[in-house]
């Protein structure tokens, strides 16, 4: 019922763009903060960006500050990460998940806080 469905990722330069899509079913966005995350071989999965539901109120990673955005697209219920001077420790794969909550403020990173996850998409940054 719920489902989250992540695409976009590739292989791409320092200093490249890659922008990538989770498109959401199952649910309304309008109950859910959605929260991009990474994860590394042998690491623990990193809290990249997140957006509130309705408000759209945004948080980031200070890694990701000033390069990434996160935005939503709620008539094809979908969640975009756009990712600009991409740089080699960017490289993992990214999963969208959502988060069940009652604000139109809360846009938190804490993977434990949200309950529903994609399958994830590659981002390779490397010369």
């Known amino acids: 019922q719920l489902q989250l469905v992540e695409s976009g990722g590739g292989l791409v330069q320092p200093g490249g763009s890659l922008r990538l899509s989770c498109v959401v079913s199952g649910f309304s966005l309008d109950y859910y903060a959605i929260g991009w995350f990474r994860q590394a071989p042998g690491k623990e999965r990193e809290g990249v960006a997140c957006i509130s539901r309705r408000l759209g109120h945004t948080n980031y990673a200070g890694s990701v500050e000033g390069r990434f955005t996160i935005s939503r697209d709620n008539a094809k219920n979908t969640v975009y990460l756009q990712m600009n001077n991409l740089k080699p420790e960017d490289t993992g794969v990214y999963l969208c998940?959502?988060?069940?909550?009652?604000?139109?403020?809360?846009?938190?990173?804490?993977?434990?806080?949200?309950?529903?996850w994609g399958q994830g998409t590659q981002v390779y940054v490397s010369s």
């Open positions: 998940a959502a988060h069940f909550t009652d604000s139109d403020f809360w846009a938190g990173m804490k993977g434990a806080d949200f309950g529903s």
